[in-house]
């Protein structure tokens, strides 16, 4: 059995005196009961594992929540999102109870009856039955969210619904995949984190963890997004030990603003500011040459390549002058140790990977991997233990060969075993390459956040599939529109279960949920998997006898059972650095990397076997000032979309009335010269549109932005509003996806321009303010 | 005299997040519309050349009561327990003054609840202490008595001004 054993945190030093360190799992206080646990979600987040502590009555019933100081990497500190729980849980609009309603009946909110969970599973099951009987199981898809336990279990498709199409349905998957497939590819690991000495017992005082001298941060806002299991505020905690930044980003973020260097690209530049940063480190001689000759592949064709990109060449396309690229190069490079975080910016885009490749490139040139401060990497027995789980046996090769996009996208479908998101929509509005009858809402509503074009997704959805359901805990547009079972979620708070902080892909640490109370019906993200699971394949689960066992196997490996570990709350995994000079990175146990030629493939071996160029290059985005030209008279502007807030977690928590207090309207941001220029005031409603669809956002005039620029929130609806159709709680209306198309991946089907648009906009003489008191009086618990 | 305490925010690292805002919310119940503290947020405006002024500072308002329920007993307020980027912190203004001498762009608040309950009910103390006298004085009529008595125009006064 794995040693699984947590240690003291380190106290934040404005701790009080009187505080719960050292307390057990779970204690008696004041005539109430307190249980630690490291949620996951839902609220929806990433699984960062924060410390909570539940305080619930004789009763069962949640009634304070309160940050665990015992929790090593946030130490009592708490987001908005997990403050706001009790509001949560108890929400008079959470849906705790299965329903149903008639097919005839899509987008009739009054139309939902009150049903059993048996009846519920006679429902999923006689569907299933019917629809596979006569298109095969490759007709159901998995529609899977971002981020939250439902969207990444991926035993949904593999073990319950046995579809090889499990599909996250954000067009070129534009989060995380491309990021992981390009570091999959050429550093033989998943996306290599930040070393924030997570891991270590000692934290950032720990004698094995140097604090970075640079930290540079790439196209990520890690502060309000928690990013992949990243405390954000790690960042900042950093900072104040004397990390000094570099930001790459076109917003002058809080974080931008308090970098050394801030280099303010136009968006979608990316892969022309990396080459350059790469080709300025080796042109003064900047980089680490003992590195380069031992441990990484093809650094004389890279040096080469990105000659084509000179600093002052990449000047003229980013929109920043040579001396700050060079002197972000200089910087970083001068580091030691630096490390380098690269976000969602780089997904969004066509021509993500290549930037991905640069990324990498300019950490291994610099000597900066798997140093104490710089990446941290995986040792070769761990990482990403999701795809792929179960699928032998519930999919079998036959069915796995049908996965949408395989043949087309191999590199794309085969290494993050997702059928293709662009390619599934084509097959579910033309049957090519076959009939799509039935949907599962995984952890997601594409209608409102995922999904580019997200009218021709509801039409999509709606006109074809004949049997959809969900399981979620509050009603959402997507579920609203389109389906015909509800199946109510557990929140974090009333599940047992296990999470790893960045998937498991770093080592910092595996945390545990606690179950303190139960609400209503509702089934956790894996209890209702396998319940599904059983009525619809029970061969696929014949080990497992109850939840415990399937926690204990996908989540533990069988190395450990929950029922042994939980009372640990948060388990540090420990941190080796330099392993690729034991052999710890490889499953060979040879040194090296876990790549074709053992080596960092500075010139990847990978992307040439897959008909990509092996060194990395800038593509335009589509559609830009330099692109189309001819296109600015009609969309002058830049868009860029979807930055994070902390009220929200997506298209999350809009019906919890002090996240909404904090940004209670879709916000865009507009250069106060620009709005100038087109006659908005700050707080006024717009209209922005370009070639593929418009949106009303509300004004928010901002240097933030520069005047080229637009940038607009994502994710909005509003659950105050009437869910009946054609536009169910006014989804249609603000989401800045309508002007997002689909199909504009790039070459190996990864990426899609969320980020990178051009655009117009136009003052509204009416408003759509949202009105605080009636989501008040809509939302408040009953005790309120 | 009895000791203050207040509130040290280090206000160069305080990025914003609210949790202070909500914290505070949840532990004394206040409805939307009503807080016990709120992050006030100057910028991003450019002081040059990119450089630019963007700070966020939380400041306590007058339903902050320094979360006396919890630092009776001994812990510190939820807003501080909370601080994503931690920088509050609780404390005697002495030794908190002591902190604010160690680093610019900090600010220290001392926090009044209710200030104007605090005052109390308004109590008049002069009763004692009249100044007129009210001697036997003889008030003749006013012959002199006219409504304008600047002339006939109120520009005087203001009220023909543009």
Redesign the interface.
Known sequence: MAEMKASSAVP????????DLGKPWRWEEDGMTVTRTAPWSPPGCHPVACGLKLYTDKDGKLVK???D?NQPIT??????RC??L?DYIYNPSRIIHPMKRAREDRGNPDAWEQCTWEEALDIIEENYKRITEEYGRESIVCFAGTGREGGTLAAWGSAALCTPNFCYSQSGYACYCPRLAASAYTLGCPYPEIDYAGGLAGRYDDPAFEVPEVLMIWGKDP??SNPDGFF??AV??M??RGTRLIVVDPR?T?L???ADI?V?LRPGTDAAFGMAMINTIIEEDLYDHDFVEYWCYGFEALAERVKDMPAEKAADIIGVPAETIKAAARMYAAGTPSALQWGLAFDQKANGMQCGHCAIALMSITGNVDVPGGQVLPPANSGLNEAGFLMKKGLGAELMAKTIGLKEYPAYVNTILNSHADLTLRAMETGDPYPIKMGFYAGNNLMSCTSAEPRRWHDAIVNNLDFCFTLETFMTPSAQASCEVFLPLSTAAEEDGVDFTHYGGTPVGTGFMNKALQVGECKTDMEACMAVGKRLNPSVWDEYDDVYDFIDHLRLKKRNKFKDVHEEVFVQTGVEYYKNEIGKLRSDGQPGFNTPTGRIELYSTIFEQFGDDPLPYYLEPQYSPKSTPELLKDYPLVLTTGART??FFHSENRQI???R??NPDPLIEINPETARAYGISNGQWVEVWNQFGSAKLKAKI???VDENTVHAQHGWWFPEESGNEPDPYGTFRSNINNLVPNFHFGKLGFGAPFKCLLCNIKPLKESYDTD??R??EMF?RED? | MEERYGLLIDFEYCTGCQSCEVACKEEHGYPVGQWGIRVHEDGPWEIADGVFNFSKIPAPTDLCDLCAARTEKGREPSCVHHCLANVMKYGKVGDLAQELNKKGKQVLFVPQYLPLQAKGAFESKGKENRRHTFLTTEVSENAAFETATHGDTHLDIGMNEE
């Open positions: 934040l030093s404005t701790l009080a005196d009187v505080n929540v309160e940050g100081e130490q009592g500190r708490l987001c908005v403050l706001t009790k502060l309000a954000g505020h900042v905690d900072m104040r002058a809080w931008a603003t308090h801030h303010r902390y009220a009335p002090y996240c207090e904090l901002s240097q933030i605080m008191k989501v008040w408040k309120q």
